[in-house]
């Protein structure tokens, strides 16, 4: 008998110090592009920024996540009296995936609109990274009316209409939060699972060219593509009773093909029609610049610094006209 309690008590020694040596090779290799910690539990969501968190991704970005969870400075709430605020929701490229603070189209739009407008402008970046629209509307509706935003603008990318189940409950919130979001070891092995689930939906519709292209032509018809249009409803309808301007900004997905986006864009089109959205298309801004280095890198398909640039540029006028304040006299000569 306490032959075997010894082998038990050794083989959970043993087990603890292997978990523990992989997760410290996988944080000293840095397999993971930043840290999981980056993220904490949220009981609807699934998952959400972790208000406080300061750290470096493996090529040297600097993420901070401000002190109500969100990637942009800091502000102040309730709003100072004046001040025009816009908030933008989005996933990981709203949120700059792969390019410092600074360099995201909210930033610039910032800088670009503080000079020609006559009254204090912040532009709140809301973007969490793997977001779905209908956690964009969650958020909204429960967090970001808070803020007390003037603006909000939407920016759609292809796969927001696609959306993960979530574990729900206050034990496996707890749970994410001190140990999934804690641990380099579960974090990668959930990447892992998803790249490997990915891989093998793309091979068998015969490539990821193919299969992506396959997605989108098909995209009205989507298992998610309902639930997504639902939630722009939800986002539109909360803004309009709020006394908001709102805007549904595309994000184009092959700048080669535009004929890829226009299911998606008619669909999106209708719901702005429907909702008072001002709809946008940024793939016309981008097409000049087709053929010019506009990701991350290779292997990191997100807008670099230079896209967002020009993003930032496309949506610019929409957003001005919207805060409706009036120009500086400098800017309106």
């Not at 038990?8 to 000293?28: D, F």
């Not at 700059?96 to 670009?112: C, H, I, K, N, P």
């Not at 967090?143 to 409950?169: C, R, T, W």
Request: aromatic content about 8%.
């Amino acid at each position: 008998m306490k032959r075997r309690a010894a082998g038990l008590a050794l083989a959970i020694v043993s087990i603890g110090v292997c978990v523990l040596l992989a997760e410290w090779v996988l944080g000293a290799a840095q397999i993971l592009e930043i840290s999981p910690q980056v993220h904490r539990g949220h009981p609807r969501r699934g998952y959400q920024p972790r208000a406080g968190f300061d750290g470096i991704t493996k090529f040297g970005i600097r993420v901070h996540i401000n002190s109500i969870g969100l990637r942009s400075p800091e502000i102040a709430v309730p709003k100072p009296p004046g001040t025009k605020r816009v908030l933008v929701l989005g996933d990981s490229v709203a949120f700059g995936w792969g390019v410092a603070e600074e360099e995201t189209f909210s930033r610039r739009l910032e800088r670009a609109l503080r000079p020609q407008l006559a009254c204090p402008v912040e532009v709140v970046d809301a973007g969490v990274t793997g977001y779905a629209t209908v956690d964009e509307a969650d958020y909204f509706t429960h967090e970001g009316l808070a803020v007390e935003p003037d603006v909000v603008l939407v920016y759609y990318v292809e796969n927001d209409n696609v959306s993960f189940s979530h574990v729900e409950g206050a034990v496996a919130n707890f749970l994410k939060d001190w140990v999934v979001f804690r641990s380099n070891l579960i974090s990668a092995g959930l990447y892992a699972w998803r790249l490997n689930h990915w891989r093998w939906q793309a091979s068998a519709a015969g490539g990821d060219r193919a299969a992506y292209e396959a997605e989108q032509r098909a995209w009205d018809s989507r298992p998610g593509t309902a639930a997504s249009l639902a939630a722009l409803h939800e986002i539109g309808s909360a803004a309009k009773r709020r006394g908001m301007r709102a805007i549904l900004a595309s994000n184009p997905n092959r700048l080669s093909d535009r004929s890829i986006d226009e299911v998606r864009n008619r669909r999106l089109r209708e719901v702005a029609a429907s909702d008072d959205f001002v709809f946008v298309d940024v793939g016309p801004a981008l097409v000049p610049y087709e053929g010019r280095n506009l990701a991350v890198s290779e292997t990191d398909r997100h807008p670099g610094g230079f896209a967002h640039g020009v993003i930032a540029e496309a949506l610019l006028p929409w957003v001005r006209d919207a805060l409706a304040c009036p120009l500086r006299p400098s800017a309106a000569r």
